[in-house]
């Protein structure tokens, strides 16, 4: 009972972490007490409120004088936006490529399995620095970009549970009925294969999180005027010594973020997998 309460317990701090991040990133031009590029050189470098610094600057100010604070809101924005959308676009590619595999026979799938052997075997981070130094950067094109990261994996999952599915009896019975391919897959096998898929888009959504913040660290993620997660992270670094909340407000928003993103898989994963009891 004392492991059952302790596992609740982290899944609901873990939940509330995440609606506060939610409601942070769609009410931060609202809440936001400054223009993220307006400079106070005069309070250049202050320290957070309760550690020698004012409530002007409630988190405190960078080396430009901007607040921390309202930066930190727009980057959580920024940041969970770009994961968001990134892993809607790695499931959804890989889940079709993986049910293509899986009907389709011979060449097709062939074919399929090497793109995803060699996908796998490409290091992420610099096929991601030769696109984006190729192609440039804006927000769209990093989005999309962030969105190839992980869909080998899903597609080796979605095409596991439709193998695993076309053997099963409601498959098959809809076959022999006459259904379209189409229809078999949509209406039929995906809905019974959508807990497992959610469980792993839980897995993606923190890694790209941190992908993104690593790449934003190097200058190659988002660009100003916009800032994200990772951007504070790579700005705060030189100021590590001297105004550490530059660096420790961002980095504790994307720890946290990631391990209640992780926390909350591992509940989805115990209440939706039915060979786990």
Not at 40 to 57: I, M, Q, Y
Request: glycine residues 8%.
């Amino acid at each position: 009972m004392q492991k059952k309460l302790q596992i609740d317990l982290s899944t609901l701090l873990a939940s509330l972490w995440l609606c506060l991040m939610l409601l942070t990133a769609v009410t931060a031009p609202l809440i936001a007490p400054h223009d993220i590029t307006a400079m106070d050189l005069r309070h250049r470098l202050s320290p957070p409120f309760g550690f020698g610094g004012t409530v002007v600057h409630l988190f405190g100010s960078d080396d430009l004088g901007r607040d921390v604070a309202s930066r930190l809101y727009y980057s959580i924005r920024t940041s969970l936006l770009i994961a968001f959308g990134a892993t809607v676009i790695s499931v959804l590619v890989g889940t079709a490529i993986g049910f293509i595999a899986a009907y389709f026979k011979g060449i097709v799938e062939h074919f399929l399995l090497l793109l995803i052997d060699v996908q796998a075997s490409l290091p992420f981070l610099i096929v991601a620095l030769a696109m984006l130094a190729f192609f440039g950067n804006s927000l769209p094109l990093f989005v999309a970009l962030m969105g190839l990261y992980g869909w080998e994996r899903n597609a080796r999952l979605a095409r596991g549970l439709a193998l695993a599915a076309g053997s099963q009896g409601y498959a098959g019975a809809t076959r022999q009925l006459g259904a379209h391919p189409l229809r078999i897959y949509l209406r039929h096998i995906l809905p019974n294969s959508a807990a497992t898929l959610l469980v792993a888009a839980t897995v993606t959504f923190p890694e790209i999180i941190l992908v993104e913040s690593g790449l934003s660290f190097l200058g190659l993620g988002v660009q100003p005027p916009m800032t994200s997660l990772g951007v504070m992270v790579g700005t705060g670094r030189e100021y590590i010594t001297r105004a550490p909340w530059m660096l420790l407000a961002p980095s504790i928003v994307i720890v946290l973020t990631a391990v209640a993103v992780s926390v909350l898989g591992d509940y989805l994963r115990d209440k939706l997998d039915p060979t786990l009891t």
